[in-house]
């Protein structure tokens, strides 16, 4: 960029968990790649020490590009919260009660704002805000197309018997027909959440954004048109909602170096990888339900017993707890101390932090146990690594359709939601043969990431994007 043309400057606002923070910060790491300068408002405190770990490794990669601004939170009166609720979801809560503190933020910054991108969480809480700051405004949504599809027309099939006003539950039917989609969503893969009689905040934050998206500039999504076309066709065709905003399909989103979590720190998990170097090629299965999901204890013995008969070792990463803070029990005392030393002759266990991206790149590696965070499938894509999704909960079953339809994984839909019932191990040790003996699984897997790699390459559809939309931001300034 010559001195005279303006600065194009781009603030991201994260919300709560790895899944919301790893998509944000790989947005932002394509804005500095293409000389943008980059704020990013971190809400404090974060809900998990994984979260804090990254976003001090991310400033502290780029020291000079990119302005880290606090924005301190406000608990919200404890007597208001429902009990047990999912801390991440909690954060959520206390983010869209805070968002009088953003705006400040927002207007005192010294250079101009092109563009500011925050968490589609928080849609309902920012537009009330976004009109005054005189730049455009955009989310990034951090899962798959085809649910940001069925978070849009929601509101449509909702409005479609305005007089009857009814209950997500009715109006989801036995099935959600989305225009312009081949196959529809089935009412067993809507979010648990979303159907349960009465009302709930997390129906009411889906319906209320729903009806906002019209209002925003313009979507980030992490997904490209061979994974997604058709989702991503319908959505910028205006067959799913009209009026909607383009929808940008910019991934997958590349994992950066900053993310490198050995970097620099001792004690680190870098003799997993020294294990993964004694492996044979394509022999190990890696397992993991991602950063926020804990392994329930009905279903951890059963999860052992499958691993040590699939016939394939493995590399298992275990959580107990659903925020890592609070992670306190060791794996003996779950699993007892005959079944541990029976898994640590078969494969290794873990219950830390992994480099989830090293893991999946490694050559050892031949198949992935999911839950089907969209993070952890797009990584897998990027890999050409075959996936066997296993939904816990939230938006699981609608990527696990995508992850399906797209030829790179497969789906034991029979065992329903996680938490639904306790899968037995011989089920569990079935379903990962027939992913790592599945041939045309590994072909479709390597074709997808070839197409990966083609969208994110110099004249790619990233690229593409992104260019043009610095360029408007540019004419705008
Ligand atoms: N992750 C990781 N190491 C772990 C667990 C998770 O690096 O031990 C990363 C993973 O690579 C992904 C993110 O954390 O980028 C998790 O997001 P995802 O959408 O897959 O699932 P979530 O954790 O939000 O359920
Ligand atoms: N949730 C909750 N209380 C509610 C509704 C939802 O704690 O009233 C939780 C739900 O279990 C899920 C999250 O909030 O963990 C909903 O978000 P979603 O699954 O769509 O997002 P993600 O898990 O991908 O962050």
């Known amino acids: 960029m010559s001195a005279s043309e303006p600065v194009v400057h781009v603030a991201l606002l994260p919300s709560a968990g790895m899944g919301h923070l790893n998509p944000c910060l790989r947005l932002a790491a394509v804005f500095l790649r293409y000389g943008c300068k980059v704020t990013l408002i971190t809400p404090r405190p974060t809900v998990s020490i994984a979260e804090s770990n990254l976003i001090s490794r991310f400033c502290s990669f780029f020291p000079h590009q990119v302005t880290q601004i606090d924005f301190n939170l406000i608990p919200l009166d404890p007597t208001t919260v429902a009990p ?164 940008y399909g910019i991934g997958p989103l590349m994992p950066c170096e900053f993310e490198n979590v050995d970097q620099g720190q001792k004690g680190g998990m870098s003799w997993v990888l020294e294990w993964l170097d004694e492996q044979a090629e394509g022999s190990v299965v890696y397992v993991s339900l991602g950063s926020r999901t804990e392994t329930r204890k009905e279903q951890i013995k059963d999860m052992a017993l499958g691993l040590i008969e699939c016939g394939y070792s493995f590399l298992w990463v275990v959580k107990l707890k659903r925020v890592d803070r609070e992670e306190e029990e060791g794996l003996e005392d779950v699993l007892g101390s005959e079944l541990m030393s029976k898994v640590r002759e078969k494969g290794v266990i873990v219950k830390e932090f992994v480099d989830q991206m090293k893991i999946l790149g490694h050559p050892a590696v031949g198949g992935f146990v999911s839950h089907g965070g969209w993070n952890s499938i797009t990584e897998t894509v990027w890999e050409g690594v075959p996936i066997l999704t296993w939904p816990q909960h939230g938006d699981q079953k609608m990527t696990a359709e995508a992850i399906r339809m797209s030829g790179v994984g ?34 479709k897997a390597g074709e997808m990431k070839e197409a990966a790699k083609k969208a994110c390459v110099v004249g790619g559809s990233c690229e593409v994007i992104i260019k043009r939309l610095i360029e408007e931001w540019k004419k705008n300034a």
């Open 84 to 247: 047990n609720i999912d801390p991440f979801y909690l954060q959520f809560q206390t983010i869209r009660h805070s968002i009088h503190l953003l705006y400040p933020i927002l207007s005192s910054l010294t250079t101009p704002l092109s563009a500011f991108i925050y968490n589609v969480s928080l849609i309902s809480a920012v537009v009330t805000i976004s009109e005054k700051l005189f730049c455009p405004s955009y989310i990034y949504f951090p899962t798959a197309a085809r649910m940001f599809s069925f978070t849009a027309y929601v509101s449509v099939l909702a409005d479609s018997d305005p007089a009857a006003q009814p209950h997500p539950s009715a109006f989801i039917g036995d099935a959600v027909q989305i225009p312009g989609f081949t196959s529809p969503i089935p009412r067993s893969s809507v979010p648990t959440a979303f159907l349960l009689q009465g009302s709930n905040s997390f129906q009411r934050m889906i319906m209320e954004d729903s009806r906002k998206l019209t209002k925003l500039d313009g979507v980030f999504i992490n997904s490209f048109e061979e994974l997604e076309g058709e989702a991503l066709a319908a959505l910028n065709e205006g067959k799913v909602v009209r009026g909607l905003p383009p929808v």
């Open 410 to 443: 497969i789906w034991a839909d029979e065992w329903g939601w996680g938490t639904e019932k306790v899968v037995k191990g011989k089920e569990i040790a079935k379903k990962i043969k027939e992913m790592m003996s599945n041939e045309s699984l590994r072909v």
